[in-house]
């Protein structure tokens, strides 16, 4: 990651322990790259409650709850998913926030209804209504598309402090 994502991501840290916040993370195509850059911050425990990469179906519903008859409905790439994603995490950790990632990184796994480079987003707070973002990146490369998931997802995270 880039040093500005480093820096954007301690200040993010610095602003969850100001408010006594957790955050956990709920991730598909990024693969776990939310949490390792949290984590590459010294003192990130302090906020990082937990992060579940469910790479799978199955760790989507095994792991933090996400319904398979919803996977089956609307596909794994799909605003339900990412909400039930940020919203399992949720409520299967100790954190006050939670954001849940899925996507199609590619190159391949892109449909005409599905390309490469679509990525949904659910941002989940206690207490509050669960948030979406989509985002159609285009096909980037894999690494591009995941790190703009990545940025995407600090500025959700950066939207619920406010």
């Known amino acids: ?63 933090i709850g996400v319904p398979a008859d919803l996977i089956a409905a609307h596909g794994a790439v799909s605003e339900s998913v990412a909400r039930a994603m940020a919203e399992g995490a949720l409520s299967q950790s100790l954190a006050d926030v939670t954001v849940g990632i899925t996507g199609v990184a590619g190159p391949t796994g892109g449909t005409a209804t599905k390309p490469v480079g679509l990525v949904h987003f659910g941002l989940a707070r206690k207490g509050a209504a669960t948030v979406h973002l989509e985002r159609r990146y285009g096909d980037l490369g894999r690494e591009t598309i995941r790190r703009r998931a990545v940025e995407d997802a600090l500025s959700l995270l950066e939207q619920a402090l406010r």
């Open 1 to 63: 990651m880039t040093p500005e994502m480093k820096n954007r991501a301690a200040a993010l840290l610095d602003a969850y322990k100001a408010k006594g916040l957790k955050i956990a993370t709920a991730e598909s195509c990024t693969g776990g790259l939310v949490a390792a850059l949290l984590t590459e911050i010294s003192g990130s425990s302090a906020v990082v409650e937990r992060g579940f990469v469910t790479y799978s179906n199955e760790a989507k519903t095994e792991l």
